[in-house]
């Protein structure tokens, strides 16, 4: 069974700038996850899309950050302009939970690590 | 909203017994979760309690406590390829929390 699968891996950019990430997640996984982890913390959640739907992006900074997942399956995150402070890599996650109570096991990606000059 | 607390380093030696701690408070609560994170790479599942008592997997287990707020994740034998990140995940209604992580250190 393919992972979860993420694009770019590394990624340099300047202030202002914009970027995008690119998850495939596991085939019939019907939740998705996008985490924030800056170097020695935990991850942070983003935003949790379950099928095409936003069950959660109340940490997600919506003045430049945007995510979206189209169909149900991939999913794009983009931040624009990039600050300094985005430097960090984003994971991408998918379960196979069907609703609230019901997580499951996440599956991760290899991330995606930006670095904002 | 989610507050979960562990140490941010813990050292042991290969061979030894480590416990490493997680408390938490929270809003809603379903299970938690420990996940494993080696330097550069991405969390990995190891264990996953929804009841009190303690879950044993092979050389680790994972023990919760739903009244006190409290988990902790033992690791026996310790090999130093255990050397990494251990992080502690609250389940809420809808979503999963992470704590900061512990990183253990395995010394010869």
């Known amino acids: 069974e393919a992972g979860v699968a993420q694009s770019p891996r590394y990624k340099i950019i300047e202030k202002r700038q914009s970027v995008a990430f690119w998850c495939n997640p596991i085939?019939?996984?019907?939740?998705l996850y996008w985490y924030q982890q800056i170097l020695g913390q935990g991850p942070k959640l983003l935003i949790q899309f379950q099928n095409n739907g936003v069950v959660d992006d109340s940490q997600l900074p919506k003045d430049r950050f945007s995510a979206e997942r189209l169909k149900g399956v991939d999913s794009t995150l983009k931040i624009q302009p990039a600050k300094l402070e985005d430097s960090a890599v984003y994971l991408c996650?998918?379960?196979?939970?069907?609703?609230?109570?019901?997580?499951?096991?996440?599956?991760f990606g290899e991330g995606s690590r930006l670095t904002v000059l | 909203g989610q507050n979960i607390d562990q140490p941010t380093e813990m050292t042991a030696t290969e061979g030894a017994i480590v416990q490493i701690n997680c408390t938490y408070q929270?809003?809603?609560?379903?299970?938690l979760f420990w996940y494993q994170q080696h330097a550069g790479e991405a969390p990995t599942f190891l264990s996953y309690?929804?009841?009190?008592g303690l879950e044993e997997k092979g050389r680790f287990s994972s023990f919760l406590s739903r009244s006190k707020g409290y988990s902790y994740l033992l690791l026996k034998e310790l090999q130093m390829k255990d050397s990494a990140s251990y992080l502690c995940?609250?389940?809420?209604?809808?979503?999963?929390?992470f704590g900061k992580g512990t990183m253990l250190l395995v010394s010869p």
């Open positions: 929270t809003s809603g609560f379903n299970g």
């Open positions: 996650a998918s379960s196979s939970a069907g609703g609230l109570g019901d997580t499951g096991e996440l599956f």
């Open positions: 085939s019939g996984h019907a939740t």
């Open positions: 309690n929804v009841l009190d």
């Open positions: 995940a609250v389940e809420g209604y809808s979503t999963l929390t």
